[in-house]
């Protein structure tokens, strides 16, 4: 959920000449994973080998294996989306599905992030879902959800677009009302 506002983050110090300290609680798994994202999105490196530059200047380094299997599809998507030639027809990919909601249920304080939804999950009225698939992105919104959680969809859709080569055409879709293409795609993901 928090990988693309990092690495835009890292994109601006960068940018501007400025260094950037990535650092968490012990230094061993989230912020590792932080820098072997921002490797794997800079350096064009696949996982082991960010994975392994990463551990020689931090011998704790040692990723979560959720970290690390969401980062090895993840890398898969940029090494895609960088080879792709500028003007061809984006290679097919996968439906997938990102539920947007508070990073703690129900408590609107810590705020909203997108995280990725299991097949066969049904849609809750009070969240907002981002569904790529064929050539668009859906911004789903439940009929009670918040509109915090409208805004961190947006977000996280322009941060696919600019990170991974997401389509460019977004459809916004209301709870009842869905189109036939958004429909097919949730039928496809058991959704």
């Known amino acids: 959920a928090h990988l ?3 690495l835009a983050f890292m994109e601006e110090a960068r940018a501007g000449g400025r260094k950037v300290l990535v650092h968490c609680t012990q230094g061993v ?5 932080m820098c072997i994202a921002y490797l794997m999105l800079h350096q064009r490196m696949e996982y082991d080998e960010a994975f392994n530059f990463v551990k020689a200047r931090r011998g704790v380094c040692n990723p979560n294996p959720g ?20 003007g061809a027809a984006p290679a097919a990919r996968s439906p997938r599905i990102f539920c947007v909601d508070y990073y703690y249920q129900g408590d609107a304080r810590a705020g909203a992030a997108p995280l990725p939804v299991a ?8 969240a907002v879902y981002v569904v790529e698939g064929g050539d668009c992105v859906f911004v ?3 009929r009670a959800a918040a509109a915090d959680k409208a805004e961190a969809a947006r977000s996280h859709v ?6 991974e080569g997401a389509p460019a055409k977004v459809a916004a879709e209301r709870d009842g009302r869905e ?3 958004l429909a097919a795609l949730l039928k496809m993901l058991g959704c």
Do not use: I, N
Not at 29 to 33: D, K
Not at 67 to 84: P, Q
Not at 158 to 163: E, K, T
């Open 29 to 33: 798994s989230r912020s590792c994973s």
């Open 67 to 86: 970290f690390c299997s969401k980062l090895v599809r993840w890398g898969r998507r940029v090494l895609e989306h960088a080879a792709h030639a500028p």
């Open 179 to 181: 189109s036939e293409d």
């Open 4 to 6: 693309y506002p990092v």
């Open 140 to 142: 789903w919104a439940g």
């Open 119 to 126: 097949s066969g999950t049904a849609l809750s009225p009070h």
């Open 158 to 163: 322009a941060a696919m677009q600019r990170f």
